[in-house]
Every structure is written in structure tokens, then in C-alpha cells.
T-cell receptor
């Protein structure tokens, strides 16, 4: 069964600290992996997209890694800010024939950054 | 400068009613989607249209019927609303139908069925 699991479910850190969010998946065949940030009451916003051949990608203070062999990804946030408080969602796209977008969403990690 | 817009933002209605949610994108994209996010924040794709053609139709009750009058619009009509339909519905768009393009999401429509 194609699944995406994220950990931890929730996380509280102090402003300025770093943190790492984890994503494990069983989706096959793999096409790409995305990280989204969803602020409360808003739609998800794309942070990174990584294909099979990419093992790291950065977007400002966000750095995503991908290990396609172990089917794991992480999202590292550096020098956290209050505005980083949000839900971070890992999404894996399934490849193969048939067209269309076969996306499997994780349930997200709820991050809260405090003073 | 709104990229993907949805109306209404909030929708409260009685069980059994029929309602529609509208979505418009001004990004020039050719693919649009409808997602449902339940109370546990789990996002699940419902439909996807590419150039007004239905390309993804997940296991969704027949009471849900998408309509794409043109590439920039994808509306969702729901008949005979049920309590379990209460959720946040997100519209999204992307350029191309492959899974490697960035999807841009709207702000969501919060539907509450009483």
C-alpha cells in the first residue's frame, strides 16, 4: 500500500533553534517528493520538489534531503522564526503509466516556534 | 494578484442541500485539482482536470460533480450534502499533468454541514 508517514506529529521549539522533520514513504514507483508548508487557515505552499536523482535541495532556511534507497526524506529548518509555525506536509508522487498526478500526502508535522 | 481563488471562503448549510464551490486561477495553468482536507488535516485528492478533460477521479461519491467550463475555472457541485462532507476543500492548479510540477493551492473553502 502506498503510504507516507511523518514524524514527529507535533513539535515545539524556541525561536532561533534548528529542527528536523522526518518523512518515510512506501510509494512505488517513485517519481518525486515534495514538502509543503501550510499556515493555519491557508492552503499549502510548495517549499521543495526533489526527483530520484536529487538528494538535497534548499529554499532559504529550509533544506530537504532525500534518500531514495531507504525511502526517507527530511526537512531541516535553520534558525527558526515565529513565522515558521505551521504544518509541514510531505507529499510523494507516484510514477508509472496512466498519466495524471498520483500524489500521496502525509498527515503532516505541526511545528510551533515560541519565544 | 490572487493566483488561485475560491468562493465562498466559508459555507454553512443544512444536510440534504445542494451547494457549489467555485475556483479560478490566473496563472495560465492547464491543470486544476480539487482536494478535501478532513479534521485530522489529511489532504486527499478528489479530481483533476487537464485542459477541461477529467484525468483523475478518485473514489468520490457521485454526489460530487466537478465542472470545468474553461482552463481557468474548476467548480465543484455537491448534491444532497451529508454531515461527513464537512471539511476544508482546496482547489489547486499546475502547469502540465505530470507529477513533477509545482501545484499552487487556493485559500480553501470551509464547509460545515449541520
Amino acid at each position: 500500500k502506498n503510504q507516507v508517514e511523518q514524524s514527529p506529529q507535533s513539535l515545539i521549539i524556541l525561536e532561533g533553534k534548528n529542527c528536523t522533520l522526518q518523512c518515510n514513504y512506501t510509494v512505488s514507483p517513485f517519481s518525486n517528493l515534495r514538502w509543503y508548508k501550510q499556515d493555519t487557515g491557508r492552503g499549502p505552499v510548495s517549499l521543495t520538489i526533489m526527483t530520484f536523482s536529487e538528494n538535497t535541495k534548499s529554499n532559504g532556511r529550509y533544506t530537504a534531503t532525500l534518500d531514495a534507497d531507504t525511502k526517507q526524506s527530511s526537512l531541516h529548518i535553520t534558525a527558526s522564526q515565529l513565522s515558521d509555525s505551521a504544518s509541514y506536509i510531505c507529499v510523494v508522487s507516484r510514477g508509472g503509466t496512466g498519466g495524471g498526478n498520483k500524489l500521496t500526502f502525509g498527515t503532516g508535522t505541526q511545528l510551533k516556534v515560541e519565544l | 494578484d490572487t493566483a488561485v481563488s475560491q468562493t465562498p471562503k466559508y459555507l454553512v448549510t443544512q444536510m440534504g442541500n445542494d451547494k457549489s464551490i467555485k475556483c479560478e486561477q490566473n496563472l495560465g495553468h492547464d491543470t486544476m485539482y480539487w482536494y478535501k482536507q478532513d479534521s485530522k488535516k489529511f489532504l486527499k485528492i478528489m479530481f483533476s482536470y487537464n485542459n477541461k478533460e477529467l484525468i483523475i477521479n478518485e473514489t468520490v461519491p457521485n454526489r460530487f460533480s466537478p465542472k470545468s467550463p474553461d482552463k481557468a475555472h474548476l467548480n465543484l457541485h455537491i448534491n444532497s450534502l451529508e454531515l461527513g462532507d464537512s471539511a476544508v476543500y482546496f482547489c489547486a492548479s499546475s502547469q502540465g499533468r505530470s507529477g513533477s510540477t509545482t501545484q499552487y493551492f487556493g485559500p480553501g473553502t470551509r464547509l460545515l454541514v449541520l
